[in-house]
């Protein structure tokens, strides 16, 4: 999985270092690296719920093991060539990644795009360290977008920014 395969990149980079340094992510590029990886992933827009308190800390003093994936809600919508049209109610979980010392978040509760694996049941909701598989509050450009680009159309993040 490339964003799986990014990381890795990033925490070999990293080493012992204190900060870590991830390219940006937006929306719309993960469309595209996920439209191009050999497995099947869902397009959701929602509200995730899980129990913040069980969420590590954004940077942890000994890097180890990945926490255990958190159990979640997720109620919204997934998308279709016609939007986000399709329900999507379902449990889930939220999997937090650690790349050296920092650790990915998410917010429960807030409207959020979630790119995830089709073959995972419950879906498996991907915190990374450097982002890119969540994305809050969106702007209803980049929805929007994102249904340009599920159609065929142009697929490009230029004109979001």
Do not use: H
Not at 68 to 75: C, D, S
Not at 127 to 146: K, N, R, S, T, Y
């Amino acid at each position: 999985m490339k964003p799986i395969f990014l990381a890795a990149v990033c925490a070999m980079i990293a080493g012992q270092a204190q900060a870590l340094s991830c390219m940006r992510p937006d929306p719309i590029s993960t469309f595209n690296q996920v439209a191009e990886a050999p497995e099947s992933y869902y397009v959701l827009y929602g509200k995730l719920t899980f129990d913040e308190d069980a969420l590590p800390p954004t940077f942890i003093d000994r890097p180890g093991a990945d926490p255990a994936p958190i159990p979640a809600r997720f109620n919204g919508k997934g998308l279709t060539r016609d939007g986000f049209t399709s329900d999507y109610i379902s449990p889930a979980f939220l999997q937090v990644d650690c790349v050296a010392n920092y650790c990915g978040t998410a917010q429960s509760g807030v409207e959020a795009l979630y790119f995830v694996r089709a073959d995972n049941s419950p879906v498996v909701m991907t915190a990374g360290a450097c982002g890119g598989m969540i994305f809050a509050e969106p702007p209803q450009a980049v929805l929007d977008q994102l249904t340009t680009c599920m159609q065929g159309g142009s697929c490009s993040a230029q004109p979001l920014k």
